[in-house]
């Protein structure tokens, strides 16, 4: 709509939609729908609201699509609602993204001065023009609108899907002020790690990880059929062994460090790349990176450099490859590694933010540090078909217990309703609704 708004059910707007539930009982089992239709069940009625910066375009987004219809399928009055801002602002929060995770650099007067004046742009439009019980606001970019919007019971919690950096935060004391001024106006934030949580804000903090919707066109199970004509309009020969990663043309997700294993792999096994994404309007950097690989691959026709597919060319993509890479430098979570991993595939990456969290080396994928371990992994793969299919089960396996959409929102249901029913939690709590472990020392 006009205002932002994309879907309420109180303004008569509701495009997105989901499977019955007995659906998902096919997929996740009896116990699970259990346990959820018990919470909503006693939470009937309960009115939320999402707040994030793009309708479209990385897993905030593609979770929020199934989510809110979701909710309100089992009786949670779930509202879903994006900012406005100029091109400006979000180059603005483009830089806030890149400093939390840890790069160099400095947010100057004037970027806060964009930034805060969008901001008080979206509160002049009346951005919440009705009484929710809980405002869930997704990553930096809506950030300070609690702090200017907050008012009587309304409680307010932050859902941070990136990986931030404490330590570098901590040394950059002028981004630390400015966040953390924002920050503590929240009731709760979320965070998908222990490893992500920033200790020292004064709020209670949860670790909820997110999760996909086995459901949804991009994760729904495909035919042969199916595959093949989707893979055909994009004139990819299925007959080659396909490596892809698909991701948001970012920097951080080292789309250019992919090309380069590939072409060391290609040295000695024949295969093909994908290297498939899309564009977020809260992202200005995606369409230059996207522009810089099509010029740089542009002599090697074995490289398919694809941009806002379809869902359905997504799904069959990773169906149909042989291997899945993820050579983020930084990674909030990963959906698009859940997703592979939910498609029985087995994903070789970076052990970066929540992809440690999914991935068990050598058990459920195989996480590599450097470029030539990389293209071994791979090399190994695409020799040994048994060993990629008894990884992908496992991986598929991992992601049914711990990551798909029926599990995981009971998650933050419990949280909206802890955070709404209990007025005084100690602002050094930290609830976990996830195994709590430090990565370095795991053992399997």
Known sequence: MEDGTLYSKRKGFT???????????????????????EVSERLSGMKMLDLSSTPYGGGVAEMLHSSVPFLNSIGIDDEWKVIKGSKEFFEVTKTMHHLLQGKKGKLTAEDEKIYFSAIKENVALDIIDYEPDVVFVHDPQPLALARELKRGDVRWIWRCHIDIDEVALRRNPRLWDFITYWAEAFDAAIFTAAYFVISQWPLPKFIIPPFIDPLSEKNREMSEDEIQKELEKEDIDTEKP??????????????????????????????QLILAGSFASDDPEGERVYKELKETTRDDKNIHILCECPDSCINAIQRASSVILQNSKKEGFGLTVTEAMWKGKPVVARPAGGIALQIRDGHTGFLVNGEEEAVKRILHLLRDPKKRDVVGKRARRYVK???????????????????????????ESIISFHPWFKISKRVW
């Open 15 to 37: 495009p997105l939609h989901v499977p019955p539930l007995k659906e998902y009982a096919k997929i996740v089992g009896e116990e699970p729908i259990k346990k959820l239709e």
């Open 242 to 271: 396909i490596l892809s990663q698909i991701s948001r043309f970012d920097h951080w997700k080292d789309p250019e460090g992919v090309v380069s294993i590939y072409k060391k792999v290609k040295e000695k096994e024949e295969c």
């Open 401 to 427: 217990e711990h990551f798909l959409l029926p599990v995981r929102i009971v998650d933050y249901l419990l949280a909206a309703d802890f955070i709404n029913r209990t007025k005084e939690i100690p602002e």
